[in-house]
């Protein structure tokens, strides 16, 4: 039944997309593991020319439905007056960025596969040292000032910059928010409202460089009702976990996927 969007692709490779679909709405359940889902998703995707700069571009459409769901739920909580200072930044960040890797024009700047894989397995693993100094950074960006416009436009810039790479500015937003001392409750609705608006605007590009093909459009669409479910997973696990080892056994996932990405870049495999 070759018209079904599935049907292309080996079963292994099918399993580990939906895994990573299914991490992703985990993600925006308030359980914060969607990190690992783009390593896997780069180092298992058919056809490893442009493994990477697929998989991304896999991702957005994804990320931009769930998005809504999440904007939909803390709607209330949302404090849209702090998304605005890291707006102009991130929209600079997000231009650049779409320069560097989006663009296939034989004559500008590019980034190639090999080296995006290099950069988000190395985003990988900073995210896990992120997670493991996590307590003491937090206790310390509580302790500083809200961040200037300056500032704040800087931190806008990375995270377009990153976003647009690797689906990976989580933590520079959080950067700019701790300072902010918000309730968790706003914390996390005004998280979700400023990736709301990043993703966005990065269709734009993304579309404008053909990186949206209607074939994994097409799978995106038959594994979302993954992504409803991921949500309910990774809030009920935010309720109820007590355990720190499942936490630590998602990390050491990260920290191996990635490190064979950057092993796999620097060997120059596929």
């Given at each position: 039944?070759?018209?079904?969007?599935?049907?292309?692709?080996?079963?292994?490779?099918?399993?580990?997309?939906?895994?990573?679909?299914?991490?992703?709405?985990?993600?925006?359940?308030?359980?914060?593991?969607?990190?690992?889902?783009?390593?896997?998703?780069?180092?298992?995707?058919?056809?490893?020319?442009?493994?990477?700069?697929?998989?991304?571009?896999?991702?957005?459409?994804?990320?931009?439905?769930?998005?809504?769901?999440?904007?939909?739920?803390?709607?209330?909580?949302?404090?849209?007056?702090?998304?605005?200072?890291?707006?102009?930044?991130?929209?600079?960040?997000?231009?650049?960025?779409?320069?560097?890797?989006?663009?296939?024009?034989?004559?500008?700047?590019?980034v190639s596969d090999r080296a995006l894989k290099f950069l988000i397995g190395l985003i990988g693993l900073g995210f896990v040292?992120?997670?493991?100094?996590?307590?003491?950074?937090?206790?310390?960006?509580?302790?500083?000032?809200?961040?200037?416009?300056?500032?704040?436009?800087?931190?806008?810039?990375?995270?377009?910059?990153?976003?647009?790479?690797?689906?990976?500015?989580?933590?520079?937003?959080?950067?700019?928010?701790?300072?902010?001392?918000?309730?968790?409750?706003?914390?996390?609705?005004?998280?979700?409202?400023?990736?709301?608006?990043?993703?966005?605007?990065?269709?734009?590009?993304?579309?404008?460089?053909?990186?949206?093909?209607?074939?994994?459009?097409?799978?995106?669409?038959?594994?979302?009702?993954?992504?409803?479910?991921?949500?309910a997973v990774g809030y009920l696990l935010v309720r109820s976990m007590k355990s720190r080892h499942y936490i630590a056994f998602?990390?050491?996932?990260?920290?191996?996927?990635?490190?064979?990405?950057?092993?796999?870049?620097?060997?120059?495999?596929?």
């Amino acid at each position: 039944m070759s018209f079904l969007p599935w049907s292309h692709y080996p079963t292994a490779s099918l399993i580990w997309i939906a895994l990573a679909v299914f991490l992703l709405g985990m993600t925006k359940g308030g359980f914060p593991i969607g990190p690992v889902a783009l390593p896997i998703l780069v180092l298992v995707w058919p056809g490893q020319t442009d493994a990477a700069k697929s998989a991304v571009s896999f991702m957005l459409p994804l990320l931009c439905v769930m998005d809504v769901f999440a904007v939909a739920v803390y709607r209330r909580h949302i404090q849209w007056r702090l998304i605005l200072p890291p707006a102009p930044g991130a929209l600079l960040g997000v231009a650049a960025a779409s320069v560097l890797f989006l663009s296939n024009n034989a004559s500008a700047i590019g980034v190639s596969d090999r080296a995006l894989k290099f950069l988000i397995g190395l985003i990988g693993l900073g995210f896990v040292c992120y997670r493991a100094v996590r307590r003491t950074l937090v206790e310390r960006l509580a302790a500083t000032p809200p961040p200037g416009l300056l500032s704040a436009g800087l931190l806008g810039f990375s995270a377009g910059v990153t976003s647009t790479l690797a689906h990976a500015a989580g933590p520079i937003a959080q950067m700019y928010l701790l300072p902010r001392r918000l309730p968790k409750m706003q914390f996390a609705a005004t998280t979700a409202a400023f990736f709301f608006c990043l993703n966005l605007v990065k269709l734009a590009p993304f579309a404008m460089f053909g990186r949206l093909q209607k074939e994994n459009l097409l799978l995106g669409a038959s594994l979302l009702p993954l992504a409803p479910a991921g949500v309910a997973v990774g809030y009920l696990l935010v309720r109820s976990m007590k355990s720190r080892h499942y936490i630590a056994f998602i990390y050491i996932i990260l920290f191996l996927a990635s490190g064979l990405l950057i092993v796999k870049s620097l060997a120059g495999a596929g």
